[in-house]
T-cell receptor, first 113, second 115 residues
Framework: GENVEQHPSTLSVQEGDSAVIKCTYSDSASNYFPWYKQELGKRPQLIID?????GEKKDQRIAVTLNKTAKHFSLHITETQPEDSAVYFC????????????FGKGTKLSVKP | DVKVTQSSRYLVKRTGEKVFLECVQD?????MFWYRQDPGLGLRLIYFSYDVKMKEKGDIPEGYSVSREKKERFSLILESASTNQTSMYLC??????????????FGPGTRLTVL
């Protein structure tokens, strides 16, 4: 069935460095790829998303790239700050009209001051 | 702002009890979802509903059932709770994809402990 693989499971960086999280998906019909951030004890919240007709999208310090041919997409965070520490989930939309997302297992990002 | 609320933040139940988890959204979303979140396993879909009285099984429906009698409310039911159902349960809602919005809005979660 549909699957989303996410790597790495944990990532530790120094404040100011960049962080990259990668995901691959299995369903070539997937056309929507969101990224959610979940801070400790809080609900997941959408931070950026990309649709399959776009190769890259940027919002301040975060960017997402999509390679449809290879079926992978990545989250890039530049100039990391301690408040970027959280668990990040990628997801891929599939399933026609019912709006279903398959989530990756998450990446715990730690930004050390 | 979209608001998704869940009836309890923390719940402790005993093995064999029937458990109801309630979720309410105020944005007239068609889709509603129940996920289970466990460390290292991410978010796993239990059930979802794309309309009143409609439901679809997700990846891990065993041991659970759902009810959607009204558009704004989606209930998750554990018919006979077991210790392996101890977990964080997250509800989410979204518009139908045809309207161009696929973002899922999450509730705060219910941490269920089954003793």
């Amino acid at each position: 069935g549909e699957n989303v693989e996410q790597h790495p499971s944990t990532l530790s960086v120094q404040e100011g460095d960049s962080a990259v999280i990668k995901c691959t998906y299995s369903d070539s019909a997937s056309n929507y790829f969101p990224w959610y951030k979940q801070e400790l004890g809080k609900r997941p919240q959408l931070i950026i998303d990309i649709r399959s007709n776009v190769g890259e999208k940027k919002d301040q310090r975060i960017a997402v790239t999509l390679n449809k041919t290879a079926k992978h997409f990545s989250l890039h965070i530049t100039e990391t700050q301690p408040e970027d520490s959280a668990v990040y989930f990628c997801a891929a939309y599939y399933g026609g009209s019912q709006g279903n997302l398959i989530f990756g297992k998450g990446t715990k990002l730690s930004v050390k001051p | 702002d979209v608001k998704v609320t869940q009836s309890s933040r923390y719940l402790v139940k005993r093995t064999g009890e029937k458990v109801f988890l309630e979720c309410v959204q105020d944005m007239d979303h068609e889709n509603m979802f129940w996920y289970r979140q466990d460390p290292g396993l991410g978010l796993r879909l239990i059930y979802f509903s794309y309309d009143v009285k409609m439901k679809e099984k997700g990846d891990i429906p065993e041991g659970y059932s759902v009810s959607r009698e009204k558009k704004e409310r989606f209930s998750l039911i554990l018919e006979s709770a077991s210790t392996n159902q101890t977990s964080m349960y997250l509800c989410a809602s979204s518009w139908l994809p045809g309207q161009g919005f696929n973002e899922q809005f999450f509730g705060p979660g219910t941490r269920l402990t089954v003793l």
